[in-house]
């Protein structure tokens, strides 16, 4: 179960974790209309911040506007609600945001001419390494699911929205069934697209690549972070469609998300990556992100956004 925290934002205010309910006719449970975030505090020696706050705000909004979903919120009342929700649960160590925007009670139908009404919640609690603390330092062992991602001009795949975690679910699902911590989709043209929950990097050669923007993925905020950091190292990043015999070529790969991080790969389908272990790139690369929160890498950016400043 999740740690639970004492408070939760719903609708404007803080309400106790276990009164933050919703009704069981909310459209969103029935038809997948709900757009999230998934956000990380990091603890750091001036208090704990969040994470390009603004950035995943941003994109909390853009799933929204793809499916005409109003939030009735100002992007500032929505930083600042995650802000609150941090200090008022007192979440020092770390913690992950959940944001979210959901059509909820009203008709039951799937486009009904009164759309319900939208409702909005930030939760927060601790939440650890999402692939095992263990997979950050050694790697997982992954394979390449039997379900593609979602194909262009069906479920956009640059909204988070609760339905596109369908296809998510069949793809870690089946992994694990299998005995892999995590599983790979391929888009429909049958080139690498993403993980389950987490974007694609891999290393040949000295060269970092990662599938691009067409190629069926989220946008992932860590993804842009792993490739402005690699770019600052010197190394050079190609965005670009990658067919699946590479993954078993790399010398590296890794897998970036919110909730995974930087989480090294060991194998694809059984087969060995590199020396089957956590390569050379990957770690620099890890070292570089986690050095944003301890103050060896610098914020260029503007990333760590303090929960002070609301
Ligand atoms: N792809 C999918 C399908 C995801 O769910 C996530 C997690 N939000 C990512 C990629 C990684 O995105 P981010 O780095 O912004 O968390």
């Not at 927060?124 to 194909?151: H, K, P, T």
Request: glycine share 10%.
């Amino acid at each position: 179960p999740i740690s639970a925290a004492k408070y939760i934002w719903q609708n404007g205010k803080l309400v106790p974790w276990e009164k933050a309910t919703v009704h069981v006719l909310a459209h969103a449970l029935h038809y997948g209309s709900t757009v999230f975030e998934g956000v990380r505090s990091y603890p750091t020696a001036n208090g704990p911040i969040i994470f390009r706050l603004t950035d995943h705000t941003k994109r909390l909004f853009d799933s929204a506007k793809i499916y005409r979903i109003d939030i009735p919120y100002s992007f500032d009342d929505i930083s600042a609600a995650c802000k609150e929700i941090i200090v008022s649960n007192e979440l020092n160590r770390g913690a992950y945001l959940r944001p979210f925007a959901f059509r909820g009670y009203g008709e039951i139908g799937v486009a009904p001419k009164n759309p319900p009404p939208v409702e909005t919640v930030v939760a927060a609690f601790e939440w650890g390494a999402y692939l095992g603390a263990e997979g950050l330092e050694n790697g997982i062992d992954v394979c390449v699911s039997s379900w593609q991602r979602l194909a262009p001009n069906t479920i956009p795949a640059m909204g988070k929205a609760a339905g596109n975690y369908l296809s998510s679910q069949l793809i870690s699902m089946e992994a694990k069934r299998l005995g892999f911590a995590e599983g790979i989709g391929l888009s429909t043209d049958g080139t690498v697209s993403e993980g389950a929950g987490e974007n694609l990097f891999l290393i040949r050669d000295g060269v970092i690549y990662t599938p691009a923007i067409a190629n069926s993925i989220l946008q992932g905020i860590t993804r842009d972070s792993v490739v402005k950091l690699a770019r600052v190292h010197g190394f050079e990043v190609r965005e670009q469609a990658i067919p699946r015999e590479l993954l078993y070529l790399a010398d590296e790969i890794f897998l970036t998300g919110t909730a995974a991080e930087i989480t090294p790969v060991r194998s694809v389908d059984h087969i060995q990556i590199g020396a089957g272990k956590r390569g050379p790139v990957t770690e620099t690369l890890q070292s570089a992100f986690f050095g944003l929160f301890n103050g060896k890498t610098p914020d260029k950016w503007g990333w760590l956004e303090s929960c002070s400043d609301r």
